[in-house]
């Protein structure tokens, strides 16, 4: 992997565990009923009425029901089913920049909300993406598993262009069951940083952005005359690095995170906006207080 193994060390495991007690904290209250989907089966509350037919089971016959309207009606209960976690990381050459990586913050980042949704017994999928899907570990469950997570994060390098839309369709075509999917990426996406949250949203997914950026990406320390290469294509652009044009580069940037951050207000999407710099457990404590991941 690009970013070395240190990442999951005992510190970072320590932690974890602070994050794990306060999640313990709202997951405890009325977010856990809320995260909960439902479906019409066999369990406690009453739903709703539908008439008998041969082979169903007469212990579930509403007695009352029929005496009053003299027909066999099967009572239907709400089951609670909770939700996966599907976990997308960017994967693309753009991530290898910062120090930490960008890439290496993500797993970080990642790692953590992993190990939150194990011990709390939910299903997570870990899917990293360029131009197409990666090889995913599928519906890991426990807090057991938690070292295989570190294993397949270590493994994860940054290479290839960033297609989020061409990656997603791959996902969505399998019609997985509905749940949360968080993506961890810098959105920096020649295709359009929609296109692949779009994908996600008309699957009817809850969706949480988390938008990491390097201190070179917002602040790019520049002077004279330059060839710069694109990190992912390999298109090359001479400039000259002017204040103004410096200045024009800042201003552009700004516009774009904070289209990212409108486009996820406008959808009602989770959203936070974190440089590498901060410590991970600030970010991930950002995302329980919106209480979308916690629900």
Known sequence: MGH???????????????????????FAGQFRAERRTRQRGSGLEFADHRAYAPGDDFRRVDWRAYQRLNKLLLRLFEEEQDLPIYLFID??????????TKLAYACQVAAALCYIGLAHLDRVTLAPYTDQLGRELLSQRGKGQ???VFRFLSELASGGHTDSKAAFEIFCQRKQPRGIAV???????PHGFDQGLNLLRFSH?????IHVVSRSDSEPVLRGDLQLVDAE????????ATPSLLAAYRRIYTDFCEEVARFCSRYRLGYVRT????????????????NRFLR
Do not use: N, W
């Not at 990442?7 to 794990?20: N, T």
């Not at 993506?183 to 996406?189: A, G, R």
């Not at 294509?233 to 000259?240: F, N, P, R, V, Y």
């Open 4 to 26: 070395d193994e240190t990442l999951f060390d005992g510190e970072f495991l320590k932690k974890l565990e602070y994050l794990h007690i306060v999640s313990k904290r709202a």
């Open 183 to 189: 993506v961890i990426s810098d959105f920096l996406d």
């Open 275 to 290: 440089e590498t710099e901060v410590p991970f457990e600030d970010v991930v404590l950002q995302v329980f207080r919106q």
């Open 205 to 209: 997914h809850d969706i949480f952005a």
């Open 233 to 240: 294509t390999g298109s090359t652009h001479d400039i000259a």
């Open 91 to 100: 994967c693309s050459r753009s991530m290898a920049d910062g120090r930490p």
């Open 146 to 148: 938690i070292f295989k």
